[in-house]
C-alpha cells in the first residue's frame, strides 16, 4: 500500500521564493502542497482547513512572523512539524527558531534536494539542521539554565502578577491544559518549584521591571 503524500504548506511573504519552491516540491510525487500563504495570521486561521503535515515558515514577515506563529500553531496541533526557511543563519537566530519549536532550520539558498531532504527528515520524528545552520545551536543561558521561549516569559510574567492559570488561559486565548504545560516547563527549566520562586526569580531578571510589582 502507497504511503499517503506529505502535505506541506509553504508560508513566505516573497511570491517568487513560494513559487519556486512549490515549483521543486511538484517535482517529488510523494509531497503534495496544500497552499501558499504569506503570514502567520494566514496559516493560523486556515490551518484547519489545509491540515498540512509540514510547513516551511519564513521568519519575517508582516503581520505576524515565523516565530509567533509558530509558538501558537505547535501550542494547538503539536503534531505539525515546523520547518523554519530563512536567508539568516546567524545563531541567534536558528537557536531561538529551535526554542520556539521548529524541528529543522534551512537556508533559502540552499539546494533544490536539501528542502526535499529536510521535510522526509522531520517527517521520520528528526530535527534537520542545514550545513550554514548546525553549528549555531545554543540552548543553555550562562547560568546553566535552559532559556525559555518568548511565550514562557509571557506566561511567567502573568503567573509572577499573581495571575491564575485560567486568567492566563483566558488573556492569551489558550486553554488552560497549554498554561499547566508552560508552567512546568517553566518551572523545569528554571529549577523553582513554587510560584513565590517564579515571583523572586521575575523580578530579579527585570521580567516584571514597569509593572509596580515589589517583592
Request: charged share 20%.
Amino acid at each position: 500500500m502507497t504511503a499517503p503524500a506529505i502535505r506541506v504548506l509553504i508560508v513566505d511573504d516573497h511570491p517568487m521564493v513560494a513559487d519556486g519552491i512549490e515549483a521543486i516540491l511538484e517535482t517529488y510525487p510523494e509531497i503534495d502542497v496544500v497552499g501558499k500563504l504569506s503570514n502567520g495570521n494566514e496559516v493560523i486561521a486556515q490551518f484547519d482547513r489545509l491540515s498540512p503535515d509540514v510547513i516551511l515558515m519564513d521568519l519575517n514577515m508582516p503581520e505576524m512572523g515565523g516565530l509567533s506563529a509558530t509558538e501558537i500553531l505547535l501550542e494547538r496541533h503539536p503534531s505539525v512539524r515546523i520547518l523554519i526557511l530563512s536567508m539568516h543563519d546567524t545563531p541567534e537566530y536558528v537557536s531561538t527558531a529551535m526554542r520556539h519549536g521548529a524541528r529543522g532550520y534551512i537556508l533559502k539558498d540552499v539546494p533544490t534536494e536539501e528542502i526535499y531532504t529536510a521535510i522526509t527528515t522531520v517527517m521520520a520524528g528528526e530535527t534537520y539542521l542545514c550545513t550554514g545552520a548546525s553549528a549555531s545551536l545554543s540552548p543553555a543561558t550562562s547560568d546553566g539554565r535552559e532559556t525559555l521561549t518568548a511565550r514562557e516569559q509571557t506566561i511567567l510574567l502573568q503567573l509572577a502578577l499573581g495571575k491564575s492559570n485560567k486568567d492566563v488561559a483566558g488573556h492569551l486565548n489558550i486553554s488552560v491544559h497549554t498554561v499547566e504545560t508552560h508552567r512546568k516547563n517553566i518551572k523545569r527549566k528554571l529549577g523553582i518549584n513554587s510560584t513565590a520562586g517564579l515571583t523572586r526569580y521575575a523580578m530579579e531578571h527585570g521580567v516584571l521591571q514597569g509593572t509596580g510589582v515589589e517583592l
